[in-house]
């Protein structure tokens, strides 16, 4: 089988069903089938996550678990804003490479390590077929012994995302548990690059990340199509300050090749010191604010209602009401058409009055499921229905429509 004649073949049966072609694999006997269908399967999954190696069809993918966890086209991209002209920058967890590809495309040279040999071949491929010629790939563990041959500044830059499950292959969020552990390895990667960019868990506290990190220097939280994808933590060698005066961003980007919709920066201590307003049931109109994810995954509950000028609609809901619509607002702005409350007359009428919309729960005792239930609405994109807690206590419905 030759690589011309893999390729061909894989581009010809994209979009056939993996498991009917090891099904009939006798057909082809020329073709590796195993690899093949890697392929495929791999291209067929990387068609929406990496448009750009999807394009490539003579790319090799290795075990489906490296195409799940690594990072997606548009994230990969954004840590580009990382990486200085000139950089020397080594990917200590290479994985399927999706990193170092981006890094490489802004730093002078890349080195990609990868424990994993099956892997490093797939990259040192993949990496030529993309024409990263900056790229050296080194089959090494990512361990003390490993780092202690390293000299002392080797790298600008050292990117880590260290995997996230544990020996029972569940996930695990605590730095501690991820491997490798960046807080036994940080002095020894500080000796080796004077910046280390980390990727943390989504899931992560970021108070707690903070205090496992002393030499944390910023937080960056993105997420991709409202959608919280990756928690970026840059470490400088040297930096010392508080947890709560490390800044922070929570980013909204919007498309593949990682264009910024929104960012929010603030300081935890920010936060705490802010005092946002809320507003009475009886006041509820103009528009509705809800917080992209990356801003609630922040922790920026009441900072955004004190900049833009917002009412929370109560302490413990964290969706804002304002009177006019306010440009680059990090989440989405819906105009408010109605607000009900909750009571057994408004549920017996909502259906005849709203027949279709979207239920969402928040700060209320019951699911965005069972309410949807309850109402009887059926599914639309067109209305959406806020069902939540008001400040003073009382259960309100908040029925809203997009304003674009």
Known sequence: MTE???????????????????????????????????????????????????????????????????????TALYKQRFVRTGDKV????????????????????????ERSEELCECAAHNFRILGRDNITVRNALTD?????????????????????????????YSLRDCEPDITALRHELLRIAPRILLKASPMADIRILLSELPEAAEV????????????????????????????????????????????????????????????????????????????????????PAVRHGLRKISASTHFYVGSSAIEGFPGKIRSIVDVLPFNKAAIKDFKSKYPSCSVTARNFPMTSEALRKRL????????????????????????????H
Not at 157 to 169: C, E, H, T, W
Not at 376 to 402: N, Q
Request: include cysteine; aromatic fraction near 6%.
């Open 220 to 303: 960056r939280i993105v997420s991709h199509n409202n959608e919280c994808k990756e928690v970026l933590v840059l470490m400088q060698r040297g930096h010392s300050a508080s947890p709560e005066e490390i800044p922070i961003a929570a980013v909204e980007i919007l498309d593949d090749n990682a264009v910024l919709t929104a960012e929010f920066h603030f300081t935890l201590r920010e936060e705490r010191e802010a005092a946002a307003e809320t507003v009475l049931p009886q006041e509820i109109k103009g528009y509705l604010y809800e917080p992209s994810t990356a801003l609630l995954k922040s922790g920026a509950f009441k900072l």
């Open 4 to 74: 011309l004649s893999l390729r061909k073949f894989i581009l010809e049966h994209g979009t056939d069903s993996p498991e009917e072609l090891m099904l009939h694999r006798d057909r082809w006997p020329d073709i590796d089938m195993a690899v093949a269908v890697r392929c495929i399967r791999g291209r067929q999954t990387a068609r929406h996550k990496l448009p750009l190696w999807y394009d490539e069809p003579g790319l090799l993918y290795p075990q489906s678990l490296s195409l799940e966890q690594c990072s997606s086209q548009a």
């Open 144 to 172: 003390s012994v490993m780092l202690g041959g390293i000299p002392s500044d080797s790298y600008n830059l050292i990117y880590i995302d260290p995997a996230r499950r544990g020996k029972d292959g569940g996930r695990v």
């Open 90 to 113: 080594a990917d200590l967890t290479g994985g399927l490479g999706v990193d170092t590809w981006s890094l490489s495309q802004v730093a002078a040279s890349a080195d990609y390590f």
């Open 376 to 403: 009887g609405a059926t599914e639309s994109d067109s209305l959406r229905v806020l069902a939540t807690t008001a400040s003073d206590g009382s259960r309100l419905l908040i029925v809203s429509k997009p304003i």
